[in-house]
């Protein structure tokens, strides 16, 4: 995963790869190519990532 320094807790949903880099942010990555994140959440200090999906209503 391109450009983190401490990834510990993912979460793989999908063709996505959830991941917060402690220190940093949160990174989305494609799953299983992995690189650059195509999606960056700043402003949190994450440990561990968890995912709920939604039902759609």
Same mark, same amino acid.
């Given at each position: 995963?391109? @450009?983190?320094?401490?990834?510990?807790?993912?979460?793989?949903? *999908?063709?996505?790869?959830?991941?917060?880099?402690?220190?940093?942010?949160? *990174?989305?990555?494609?799953?299983?190519? @992995?690189?650059?994140?195509?999606?960056?959440?700043? *402003?949190?200090? *994450?440990?561990?990532?968890?995912?709920?999906?939604?039902?759609?209503?």
């Amino acid at each position: 995963l391109a @450009g983190t320094k401490s990834v510990r807790q993912f979460w793989i949903e *999908g063709s996505q790869i959830v991941g917060p880099d402690f220190d940093a942010a949160v *990174g989305i990555w494609k799953y299983p190519a @992995g690189g650059n994140p195509v999606q960056t959440i700043t *402003g949190v200090r *994450g440990y561990g990532a968890a995912v709920s999906l939604s039902t759609g209503s």
